[in-house]
């Protein structure tokens, strides 16, 4: 009785379910780093973008005379919104508002540059990025 050879159903069917969790496990775990690198990704193509928007503007020599495509002028910010661009593959939407601090005669002293960069057709930033720079001759 004692000289059973082979493998009865039973131990097959356990060995068969143990090598499944493994395996699932596995899967899961290659699936959120998936989706962990293309959040990163497309973090750091958002990240690019507001970057290379902000030096640009950075590069812009004061005053600017007035712009006539500013989605939203009032006495002292100019914003605008740009849409579909593509970075990498990815399409994002941008909004910049450069913002001016005053001093009492009215005179722009510093600039404050903000960069939104959004999914493409989302409403919630993937990035902001804001800086201040001085206007030049004070």
């Known amino acids: 009785m004692g000289n059973n050879k082979g493998l009865t159903l039973i131990e097959v069917l356990i060995a068969t379910a143990i090598l499944a969790v493994g395996l699932t496990s596995v899967l899961v775990v290659l699936n959120k780093s998936m989706n962990t690198m293309a959040v990163a990704r497309q973090s750091a193509a958002a990240l690019n973008l507001a970057r290379e928007e902000?030096?640009?503007?950075?590069?812009?020599?004061?005053?600017?005379?007035?712009?006539?495509?500013?989605?939203?002028?009032?006495?002292?910010?100019?914003?605008?919104?740009?849409?579909?661009?593509?970075?990498?593959?990815?399409?994002?939407?941008?909004?910049?508002?450069?913002?001016?601090?005053?001093?009492?005669?009215?005179?722009?002293?510093?600039?404050?540059?903000?960069?939104?960069?959004?999914?493409?057709?989302?409403?919630?930033?993937?990035?902001?990025?804001r800086t201040f720079i001085v206007v030049d001759g004070i």
């Open 54 to 129: 902000i030096e640009l503007i950075k590069n812009i020599k004061y005053p600017y005379p007035d712009d006539p495509s500013d989605d939203n002028a009032n006495n002292n910010t100019l914003s605008r919104t740009l849409s579909d661009i593509d970075r990498s593959g990815m399409k994002f939407d941008l909004t910049r508002t450069v913002t001016d601090t005053l001093d009492n005669a009215g005179n722009a002293i510093k600039k404050q540059i903000q960069v939104d960069i959004y999914p493409a057709g989302g409403t919630n930033p993937i990035i902001t990025l």
